[in-house]
């Protein structure tokens, strides 16, 4: 689901491993190992997301690379 967002921007519903749920924008940089590298948009670093965790994705309209 997350692999056809690779260099778009997306929201996430995640849930982390304390079981709490938050809804993040992040960029999608690669998807493999179970594993999403991206980059959180809100505080600028890059973060790796357990697909198995991620509850729900949706891009954002504008989102990607060459967006204005």
Do not use: W
Not at 37 to 45: N, Y
Not at 51 to 65: E, T, Y
């Amino acid at each position: 689901m997350v692999e056809k967002y690779i260099g778009q921007m997306v929201e996430i519903i995640y849930m982390d491993r304390a079981g709490k749920i938050t809804q993040r924008r992040i960029e999608v940089h690669a998807v493999r190992g179970g594993l999403v590298r991206a980059t959180c948009l809100k505080t600028k670093s890059p973060r790796a997301f357990r697909i198995d965790q991620i509850l729900a994705c949706f891009p954002v309209k504008g989102g990607g690379r060459n967006a204005s």
